[in-house]
């Protein structure tokens, strides 16, 4: 399977003051997949992505974007990337469907706000301001928001933290429909059975450096070569499973 | 370039809706400046003719002394406290400005003396160290009046007389005045206190951040505040205007498309302090100080609500030069004196440089976050 690498990252650094928090890492996004960087937190994967995302000057190496140079022309990234900050926000007392044609207008396009609302289950709440919506609610509208201008790699940074599993599992669902659209999906995340299920291939990040980067199944297979056993036994079920069957996989909110 | 233009009214067009979505926002913008407009036209309002706050302390029993009261009391000059009735109470009051004068007519006024066929008498008026103005001009206006009554009683000859004649065709009242600082004020709190306050807010919460991922430009953001700020602040001085012309009676001379185009120009110089302030700051604590260090002499120097022409000559010749200034002057020179913009050319001088000056501050220290 060859796939063509749709982002690049070679010998990244970054340092604050004096402490370098992204040490030189390399690696490479293949077109259409989902790439998790996983991570205890302040191992660097925020300031990384924000790198690529043309928030934060990069301090060394060099990061290639759909054949474009981030660091040369981060007005040309802006214009291909969709991002989904930790917390979204959004300014109040402005209805769903003016966000969304706000942020369209912000990449110089006219969209069917229906379509998109439709797209995350929000058509009822088009005309709600955003402050009234909840948690999962807002990561979905956040996540039309994203993708308002149709982009090339999408941008998650900690897409669940907070979420109820209901609306968890609503959002993995969404996600492999947007990579099923053909959009490349870059996602941190500190949840690891969140990155098995959704993600193709993972880095894992500590200390600015990544120690470890293939598919969640290699990774694990590569640690049971290495004689690895897990003392507790292996349940059939865990008790996410049980929260689901008892309250319905169906979305509330 | 299309494309860029129309984000940008986009963007303005919902900011402008959130904006009348917003009570507390409102409540400044319009509702304050009316409040104000109360306040001030209640103080200035029915002075068009001067009079003063007195006493007439009437001890005699006289035909004429009682005619004189009667007469005092229907002219306007004098707005007369009838309860006060002795000369101690008048003091009192005086001390404590609630009175301008007393007058006291003594017992022989108005009488006729031995071998005259005429009243005589005389009228004296008290008044305070404080009130050392308006006594004066109250003693004048007394003997003015009882010129004309001698002359009723005593045939003389007046070879020189003083006749007056007011010749600005369009009397200013005090509100005339006042009221280009009212909406200098208004634009000074639109235009600063609205963007320090939701700059540093829409960054706390990340949204400006989240506007930062796209291809929105600096200019665009500016941009489109400009215009939703210049079409709230002309409706709320729009509607403040109308009040002061139903209610206070205000005269307006100039034109009201020359005074919008003029007011609009006023805001955006202004916007472009809160602009670079609230671009600027990181977060609310950050930017008072400084928001207050730059607002205060605005507000106290630039004739908002202290007459310029009563502060010294070198004071009011550095205070020229504030940016407010030739916004309240040049409103001031359309309202009363139906100046227009072509007219205007050294306050659009002042503020063309101050736009130039600000902004370029504000683009250069803006940060999304």
């Not at chain 1, 969640?216 to 070569?225: E, G, T, V, Y």
């Not at chain 2, 009488?111 to 308006?134: E, I």
Request: charged share 20%; aromatic share 10%.
């Amino acid at each position: 399977m060859t796939q063509q690498n749709i982002v690049v990252v070679d010998q990244l650094r970054k340092s604050y003051d004096d402490k370098e928090v992204v040490k030189g890492i390399s690696f490479s996004v293949k077109k259409g997949e989902i790439f998790g960087i996983l991570g205890p937190n302040g191992a660097g994967k925020t300031t990384t992505l924000e790198m690529i995302e043309t928030l934060r000057p990069i301090d060394g190496g060099t990061v290639t974007l759909d054949g474009i140079d981030v660091a040369k022309d981060p007005w040309a990234i802006k214009r291909v990337i969709g991002v989904q900050p930790q917390t979204p926000a959004f300014q109040d007392k402005t209805r769903l469907k003016e966000l969304l044609e706000m942020f369209a207008a912000a990449y110089g396009e006219k969209i069917s706000v229906n379509e998109f609302l439709a797209d995350v289950d929000l058509v009822d709440k088009a005309n709600s301001y955003a402050e009234t919506l909840s948690g999962g609610q807002r990561q979905r509208f956040s996540i039309a928001a994203a993708l308002v201008h149709n982009p090339k790699v999408f941008f998650l940074d900690e897409p669940t933290t907070g979420l109820d599993p209901q609306a968890r599992r609503h959002l993995w669902e969404l996600i492999q429909a947007i990579r099923d659209r053909g959009i490349t999906v870059i996602m941190t995340t500190h949840y690891l059975e969140e990155a098995e299920m959704l993600c193709d291939r993972v880095a894992i990040m500590d200390a600015g450096q990544i120690i470890a980067l293939d598919t969640p199944k290699n990774l694990i297979k590569q640690l049971l070569d290495r004689g690895f056993t897990k003392k507790q036994h292996v349940e059939q079920a865990n008790l996410e499973d049980v929260f689901i069957d008892l309250t319905g996989k169906g979305l509330r909110d | 370039m299309k494309t860029k233009l129309r984000t940008v009214l986009v963007f303005a067009k919902i900011n402008t809706l959130r904006f009348f979505r917003d009570p507390l926002a409102l409540f400044f913008t319009i509702a304050f400046p009316i409040l104000f407009l109360f306040v001030s036209g209640g103080l200035f309002g029915n002075n068009s003719n001067v009079s003063f706050k007195v006493a007439i302390i009437n001890q005699s029993n006289s035909q004429f002394a009682q005619q004189f009261v009667d007469n005092a009391k229907s002219n306007n000059v004098f707005k007369i406290d009838n309860t006060v009735t002795t000369l101690d109470a008048a003091n009192d009051k005086m001390v404590h400005s609630q009175l301008d004068a007393a007058i006291v007519l003594p017992q022989d006024f108005g009488q006729k003396q031995a071998g005259k066929n005429y009243p005589s008498g005389q009228a004296k008026v008290y008044y305070t160290q404080n009130n050392q103005q308006a006594g004066t001009a109250l003693g004048a206006i007394l003997d003015a009046q009882f010129k004309q009554i001698n002359s009723k009683f005593v045939q003389t000859d007046m070879p020189f007389t003083v006749s007056t004649e007011q010749v600005n065709q369009h009397a200013l009242t005090s509100l005339d005045y006042t009221f280009s600082g009212l909406l200098g004020f208004s634009i000074l709190g639109l235009g600063i206190f609205g963007p320090i306050n939701l700059f540093p807010e829409l960054k706390k919460q990340g949204v400006l951040r989240r506007l930062s991922t796209t291809p929105l430009r600096v200019w665009q953001f500016f941009l489109s505040n400009v215009i939703t700020q210049a079409i709230v602040g002309l409706f709320g001085m729009a509607v403040t205007f109308g009040f002061a012309i139903a209610v206070f009676h205000l005269h307006v001379i100039g034109n009201f498309l020359e005074i919008g185009v003029y007011l609009a120009f006023g805001i955006i110089l202004i916007l472009g302090i809160g602009l670079a302030l609230g671009g600027w700051a990181k977060n609310e604590r950050q930017v008072a100080p400084l928001a207050n260090l730059v607002t205060f002499p605005m507000m106290f120097l630039s004739g908002t609500f202290f007459p310029r022409f009563l502060m010294p000559d070198w004071l009011q010749s550095i205070t020229n030069y504030l940016p407010l200034t030739p916004v309240i002057d040049g409103v001031r020179l359309m309202i009363t004196e139906g100046k227009h913009l072509v007219d205007l050319g050294p306050q659009l001088g002042i503020m063309a440089i101050w736009v130039i000056v600000i902004y370029a501050i504000a683009f250069r220290v803006f940060r999304w976050e």
